[in-house]
Structure formats: C-alpha cells, structure tokens
C-alpha cells in the first residue's frame, strides 16, 4: 500500500510559480510511474504531467506544455510539479497519483492517490 502526500498548494498571481511536492511512502517509489492530475468542480480530473518510474519518460497535456514540468527524486521518493508563468485556468485541486503498470494518462489505470492540494490562481 502506497501514500502520498502532496504540498506546495497555495494562492498566487497570475504569472507566478509554485512548485508541488508529492512524497510517496509505504512502497518501493521507483517501481510507479507517477502523474499529476488536476480537477475543477463538474469536470473530470485531468493528467497534466506524468513521469515514467526512472524519469526518463514524461507526458504533459498541451495546456500546460512548455510550463509545467514534471521531475523525481527516487532517492526521496518524491515526484514534483514545477508550474511557471500561471494562469487563472490552471485553479484546480492537484492530485499526485501512483501507477505500478502504465505511465497511464487515465485516472482509472491509477493505483494509488493522493489528497489533493489546492491552487489557485488570480487575475
């Protein structure tokens, strides 16, 4: 049984950074491909970024390409999600989710999840 536990949420402006945190524990980390995923009310949550299990792989959905990036410490057994030039559309719950099979894009081939952290960003 894996945890994780993300942090780094917060209120910022437009524009600005922040870097999310997901620290795993319970498991071996570098056997799970990782994603950040994302969810507003009324939507479905969102793969923003995943990272394969040695990082050598990655995956961004286009909204975010060229400013969100994703990275892992193994050694840490933390994922991260380094979010530059934000705006007000990225306001979501951010989740932190662990796979053992797939470098998946899909919430349902995900294993294991998070709590969430919530960003949000003003105008």
């Known amino acids: 049984q894996v945890q994780l536990v993300e942090s780094g949420g917060g209120l910022v402006q437009a524009g600005d950074s922040l870097r999310l945190s997901c620290a795993a524990s319970g498991g071996t980390f570098s056997n799970y491909h990782m994603g950040w995923f994302r969810q507003t009310p009324g939507k479905e949550r969102e793969c923003v970024a995943a990272?394969?299990?040695?990082?050598?792989?990655?995956f961004y959905v286009d909204s975010v390409k060229d400013r969100f990036t994703i990275s892992r410490d193994n050694a840490k057994n933390t994922v991260f999600l380094q979010m530059n030039s934000l705006k007000p559309e990225d306001t979501a719950v951010y989740y932190c989710?662990?796979?053992?099979?797939?470098?998946?894009?899909?919430?349902?081939?995900?294993?294991?999840w998070g709590q969430g952290t919530q960003v949000t960003v003003s105008s």
């Open positions: 990272i394969s299990r040695t990082g050598a792989a990655t």
């Open positions: 989710a662990a796979d053992r099979s797939y470098m998946a894009r899909r919430s349902s081939e995900y294993d294991y």
